[in-house]
């Protein structure tokens, strides 16, 4: 049986690192995985569902719902370890319901939490736009990078909150304050999750 956390946070929030360092401290109970790694790998190993994967990478199309669903369970069911951290999934109320529709099938999988880092819009786009959203016009604000951001800030928030509550309903939901320190944030994220295995 697989212990999965699904990790969830705005652009900015800091989600990849803080799982990243979580696994590199307890390698041999913890691994992570972000999507975009796990499509990567999937293509690496040369399975006929990589070589799906990369049909539509390689076109610069998305690769469809159903696919990186299966990807996200293969790459959990071949884990070396039992307990599976991966970020930025689910983005969509679309990929929540059809992963969830999964792991209810899969005898092997067991979610135990989704953790939300939560930090403010502000803070985000701080972290994200750095000291040069502050900058008057001219000195090397760029305006692209805050539509950039303000897309990917739109395309978290939007169906967020049906995320948050799909999984509050099912007692899953855990919050993280993301505004801390890295380390206050790892600290917290790590307690957690090492509370759940």
């Known amino acids: 049986m697989k212990k999965l956390f699904l990790i969830i946070g705005a652009p900015g929030s800091g989600k990849t690192t803080d799982a990243s360092l979580i696994a590199e401290k307890h390698p041999e109970h913890l691994v992570h995985y972000s999507t975009g790694d796990m499509l990567r790998a999937e293509v690496a190993s040369g399975s006929e569902l990589g070589t799906e994967i990369e049909s539509y990478i390689s076109r610069g199309a998305l690769v469809p719902l159903n696919i990186i669903v299966d990807t996200i369970v293969s ?23 059809a992963f969830d529709a999964i792991v209810a099938e899969e005898d092997g999988i067991d ?49 967020l909150e049906a995320i948050q509550n799909f999984y509050t309903d099912k007692n899953l939901l855990h919050v993280i304050d993301g505004a801390r320190t890295l380390e206050e944030v790892v600290a917290d994220m790590d307690a957690f999750v090492l509370s759940k295995i």
């Open 75 to 97: 790459a959990i069911n071949h884990a070396p370890v039992p307990n599976v951290l991966i970020d930025g999934y689910p983005r969509s109320v679309e990929q929540m319901e």
């Open 111 to 159: 979610l135990a939490s989704v953790i939300e880092v939560r930090v403010s819009e502000a803070v985000a786009r701080e972290r994200i736009l750095g000291r040069a959203a502050e900058a008057a016009p001219g000195e090397g604000r760029s305006d692209d990078n805050e539509e950039v951001f303000n897309d990917r800030m739109k395309v978290y928030t939007d169906p």
